[in-house]
Nanobody
Framework: QVQLVESGGGLVQAGESLRVSCAVS???????????MAWFHQAPGKEREFVAA????????YYADSVKGRFVISRDNAKNTVFLQMNSLKPEDTAVYYC???????????????????WGQGTQVTVSS
């Protein structure tokens, strides 16, 4: 059973940066290369939205248009951790950020939340204006 634990959320001002992390456990070494890891966020009263995704093996990435050029997703295979570096933060980035994992998602189309069977508990990111 894959377990995901997010950390690193907090309160920042517009224009500042923040990095959130997702610690991954429970993946078998034989299946780890097939995983796609993703970040989603959900603001109060809004639908959950895709933010970014990365493949464990080759590190291929995919970003939502709203964060391209500002956010960077990365992974540290040795530490089993996925990161989301968020720069030039805007008040509209305020949301709970969730880490998700899937063995069946294609990095070419990683935006479907229903395709991810594993989710973390989320970490709150608040950007003040």
């Amino acid at each position: 059973q894959v377990q995901l634990v997010e950390s690193g959320g907090g309160l920042v001002q517009a224009g500042e940066s923040l990095r959130v992390s997702c610690a991954v456990s429970g993946r078998s070494s034989s299946s780890s290369s097939r995983y796609v890891m993703a970040w989603f966020h959900q603001a109060p009263g809004k639908e959950r939205e895709f933010v970014a995704a990365i493949t464990w093996n080759l590190g291929r990435t995919y970003y939502a248009d709203s964060v391209k050029g500002r956010f960077v997703i990365s992974r540290d295979n040795a530490k089993n951790t996925v990161f989301l570096q968020m720069n030039s933060l805007k008040p509209e980035d305020t949301a709970v950020y969730y880490c998700a994992a899937s063995q069946s998602v294609s990095i070419a189309r990683p935006m479907g939340g229903r395709e991810y069977p594993y989710w973390g508990q989320g970490t709150q990111v608040t950007v003040s204006s």
